[in-house]
C-alpha cells in the first residue's frame, strides 16, 4: 500500500468517501480491490451476503442488484470493467489502460472477450457432464488458444506490469484450478498453454495481487457444492 | 446494427472513410484476417490496424478524433454511466429483441414482457433530457438509436404497441433521426422489416 507521503492533498479529498460492496468470493469485485491496491487508493468494504442482500446495495444497483458496487462520494459505478475505467481515469498513478487509442481498443478488446466467451465457456465445461463436456473441453480450449497468443513475448497482458486485461483474467489465475479440481476435467496444461501457465504464476505471485486472494479450500466447498446442483438429475441448465 | 453505429460516429464527426460490404455467408479474407477471433463486422481498420468490436470502435474514434463532437463526456462519473448504460443496451435490448422476433407462444409473451420492461427503464434514465448524453447526442445514444430501425418489425411481430407504452422513446428516437448522420445511416422500418419477414421465409422454404 502507498504510504502517506505518496498520498497527495489532492487524492484526500477524491479519496474522501470511497466504499466497495463486494462478496468474499466475488471474481469480479476482486478486480476493483486489485485496482483501487494497486493505486494505493484507500476505502471502506462491505461484505454482502447475496442470498441477503443489503437495502444500501439494493438502492445503489437496482438493476443488476450484484457487487461489485463502488460508491465514490455517494454515486454509485457498476459493472466491475466499466468500474476499472472509471478508477483509471480519477486516479492517474499506476495506469492499467495503455495511453495510445489503438492499444486501449485492444485491451477493451481482451476484456470483453474474457467476459464474453472465455469465462462462460469454461462455466460450461464444469457444469456439463460426458460428452456434453468433451464439447464444452473443445470450444473452452478454443478460446484460451487465443488467449495464450496474445501472451507471445509479454511477461503480463499489459507488457511488463500488471493492467487492466489482467485484472480482468485474474480469475483464471485462481478459480480455474479450482473448478478442474472440483469437476475433475483438466482445460491447460504445459504443452498446449504454457504461456497461460506461466502467466499464472506471474500473476498469483504479483505484490498486491498475491495479498487478497479468497481462501481456496472455502473456494472449493463453495463450488462443490454448486457443481452438485448442477449435476444431480434434473438441475437447471 | 452494430456497423450501423460506427458510421453514425464517423459522420458525427465528419471523418472520411471507405465502406466495404461483407457477405456475412461468405466472408472476405480481409475480414477474417482482420477479425480472426470473432469474424463479424464492424471491423474499422485504422492505418492498417483493426479495431473490432462496435462500442470499442466507437471509444476508439472518440479518442483519436478528439476534436469535434465528442460522444463520451468528459467527467470520469458521467463517462462511467455513459459506459454503463450502453453496455445495458447491449446485453439486454438485444437479447429481449431476438426473443420477441423469433419465438411463440409462452416464451414470446415472456419475451415482450422482458422487452418492454428494459426499454422503460430506458425510459426513466431518459427522463426528460433531450438526449441520453443530456443536450447533446452522444454514446448511450448512438448504441440505442440503431435498434429503431427495427422498432417496426418488433410491432409486428410481436403485436405490440412501443409508443404507447414507452412514448418518450418514440419522441427521443424521432428526435435523434432528425440528426443527419443518424438519417442518412439508419435504413426504413419498413424496409428491415420486409427483409426480415423475406429472410424467414427463404428459411422455411429451404427446409
Known amino acids: 500500500m502507498a504510504s502517506s507521503a505518496m498520498v497527495t492533498a489532492n487524492q484526500l479529498i477524491i479519496m474522501a468517501e470511497l466504499k466497495l460492496f463486494r462478496t468474499w468470493s466475488s471474481r469480479f469485485a476482486l478486480r476493483v480491490v486489485w485496482a483501487l491496491d494497486l493505486k494505493g487508493i484507500q476505502y471502506d468494504t462491505i461484505f454482502e451476503d447475496l442470498s441477503n442482500k443489503s437495502s444500501l446495495l439494493l438502492q445503489y444497483n437496482p438493476i443488476y442488484k450484484k457487487v461489485p458496487v463502488l460508491v465514490h462520494n455517494g454515486k454509485p459505478l457498476l459493472e466491475s470493467l466499466v468500474i476499472l475505467e472509471y478508477i483509471d481515469e480519477t486516479w492517474k498513478q499506476t495506469p492499467l489502460l495503455p495511453e495510445d487509442p489503438s492499444e486501449r481498443a485492444t485491451a477493451r478488446f481482451w476484456a470483453k472477450f474474457g467476459d464474453d466467451k472465455v469465462l462462460p465457456s469454461i462455466w460450461n465445461v464444469f457444469i456439463k457432464q460426458g460428452k456434453d463436456q468433451e464439447e464444452a473441453i473443445v470450444t473452452a480450449q478454443e478460446n484460451l488458444g487465443f488467449v495464450e497468443r496474445q501472451l507471445t513475448g509479454k511477461k503480463f497482458f499489459n507488457g511488463e506490469t500488471i493492467g487492466l486485461v489482467d485484472l480482468a ?9 479450482v473448478w478442474e479440481e472440483v469437476c475433475g476435467a483438466t482445460l491447460i496444461d504445459h504443452e498446449k498453454f504454457p504461456l497461460l501457465l506461466e502467466w499464472i504464476q506471474n500473476f498469483a505471485d504479483a505484490p498486491i495481487i498475491k ?7 472455502k473456494l472449493i466447498t463453495k463450488y462443490q457444492a454448486h457443481h452438485e446442483v448442477y449435476t444431480s438429475k434434473g438441475a437447471p441448465k | 446494427m452494430f456497423g450501423m ?8 464527426k465528419g471523418i472520411k472513410y471507405e465502406y466495404k460490404e461483407e457477405d456475412l455467408k461468405n466472408k472476405s479474407p480481409l475480414l477474417l484476417e482482420m477479425n480472426p477471433i470473432k469474424k463479424q463486422i464492424p471491423v474499422l481498420i485504422h492505418n492498417g490496424k483493426p479495431v473490432c468490436e462496435s462500442l470499442i470502435i466507437v471509444q476508439y474514434i472518440d479518442e483519436v478524433w478528439n476534436d469535434k463532437s465528442p460522444l463520451l463526456p468528459s467527467d470520469p462519473y458521467q463517462r462511467a454511466q455513459a459506459r454503463f448504460w450502453a453496455d445495458f443496451v447491449d446485453k439486454k435490448v438485444f437479447g429481449d429483441a431476438q426473443k420477441v422476433c423469433s419465438t411463440k407462444g409462452e416464451e414470446q409473451e415472456a419475451g415482450k414482457k422482458e422487452f418492454l420492461e428494459t426499454l422503460k427503464t430506458l ?14 447526442f452522444g454514446y448511450v445514444d448512438l448504441s440505442f438509436i440503431t435498434f429503431y430501425s427495427w422498432f417496426h418489425a418488433y410491432e409486428v411481430l410481436g403485436n405490440i404497441n412501443i409508443e404507447a407504452e414507452c412514448p418518450k422513446i418514440i419522441a427521443w428516437a424521432k428526435r435523434c433521426m432528425q440528426k443527419e448522420a443518424v438519417a442518412k445511416t439508419l435504413p426504413d422500418q419498413k424496409k428491415v422489416y420486409e427483409e426480415h419477414v423475406a429472410r424467414l421465409r427463404k428459411m422455411f422454404v429451404s427446409e
Do not use: C
Not at chain 1, 211 to 217: F, Q, S
Not at chain 2, 5 to 12: D, G, M, W
Open chain 2, 123 to 136: 425510459e426513466v434514465e431518459l427522463g426528460d433530457k433531450p438526449y441520453f448524453g443530456g443536450e447533446t
Open chain 1, 211 to 217: 495479498e487478497r486472494w479468497p481462501p481456496r479450500d
Open chain 1, 169 to 177: 483474467f485474474g480469475w483464471l489465475a485462481n478459480l480455474l484450478s
Open chain 2, 5 to 12: 453505429r460506427v458510421r453514425i460516429a464517423l459522420a458525427e
